[in-house]
């Protein structure tokens, strides 16, 4: 940058365009990154969900499989 001498406004102003177009596609570039982070968290978020849910799930299946194994032992299913 430092080779190019300015003659005119419009070389003046050609420098600083070359460093905002820089400075939006730096700026475009870290937007895209963040996005990307964001949904790689997403995708992990809701990968961990659906461990949660599955474990309370097997918890309520395993729950209500005692619950009506006693009920069927203690209300006649079975005879002692």
């Known amino acids: 940058m430092g ?3 300015i003659f005119s406004k419009h070389d003046y102003l050609e ?3 070359d460093s905002e177009e820089k400075q939006q596609e730096k700026q475009q570039e870290k937007q895209k990154k963040a996005l990307e982070m964001a949904l790689d968290i997403r995708k992990f978020e809701i990968d ?3 461990k949660r849910a599955t ?3 097997a918890f309520i299946a395993a729950t209500f499989a005692g619950y009506f194994l006693l009920i069927s032992k203690y209300s006649g299913g079975e005879k002692n």
Do not use: E
Request: hydrophobic share 40%; charged share 35%.
């Open 55 to 57: 474990y309370f799930w």
């Open 15 to 17: 420098r600083f365009r």
């Open 48 to 50: 961990l969900y659906w």
């Open 3 to 5: 080779d190019k001498q």
